[in-house]
Every structure is written in structure tokens, then in C-alpha cells.
């Protein structure tokens, strides 16, 4: 099942990584754990939970998030 976001939709990206994680059950301590074995890069449950909540993720980061929980980013002309 996809999720379609517009550009000029009001979710933010601390709003749509929690969605997704909600609907994938998925602590953010498990994230973060993907995300380094993944990445090779270290990623503690803290600094993962500050990046959503400020909202200072890479697009990297927001790519790697999504192929661990099973998504795609799609960027489609208008």
C-alpha cells in the first residue's frame, strides 16, 4: 500500500516518519539499529528521535528509512 504526500501537503517529516513507523511497528531504537547495520554509519535511538523532531533528516537518510520499512520516494513531474 503506498502513500501519496504532495509537495504543498502540511505533513511534516516528523509527522510522516512516525506514520510510517506506526504503520510498520517499529520502535525508533529499532530504526536507528537498521539504520546503522544498513549504513555503516552509527545512529543512536537519541540522534535519529532529534533529526525527526527537528526535522533536520537528510534526503539520504529519509531514502534509507524508507527501503528499512519497505518504501520507495517516487519524484513525478506534474
Same mark, same amino acid.
Given at each position: 500500500?503506498?502513500i +501519496?504526500?504532495?509537495?504543498? %501537503? &502540511?505533513?511534516?517529516? +516528523? ?9 510498520? &511497528?517499529? /520502535? ?7 539504520? /546503522?547495520?544498513? %549504513?555503516?554509519?552509527? *545512529? %543512536?535511538?537519541? +540522534?535519529?528521535?532529534?533529526? !525527526?523532531?527537528?526535522? %533536520?533528516? &537528510?534526503?539520504? =537518510?529519509?531514502?534509507? !528509512?524508507? =527501503?528499512?520499512?519497505? *518504501? &520507495?520516494?517516487?519524484?513525478? =513531474?506534474?
Open positions: 500500500m503506498g +501519496n504526500i504532495d509537495i504543498d %501537503s &502540511k505533513i511534516d517529516i +516528523n509527522e510522516l516518519v512516525r506514520l510510517l513507523l506506526f504503520r510498520k &511497528k517499529i /520502535t525508533i531504537a529499532e530504526l536507528a539499529r537498521r539504520m /546503522t547495520d544498513l %549504513s555503516g554509519k552509527e *545512529y %543512536s535511538r537519541f +540522534n535519529v528521535r532529534a533529526k !525527526i523532531e527537528k526535522g %533536520s533528516l &537528510k534526503f539520504t =537518510e529519509m531514502v534509507l !528509512i524508507c =527501503e528499512i520499512l519497505g *518504501y &520507495k520516494i517516487d519524484i513525478a =513531474e506534474m
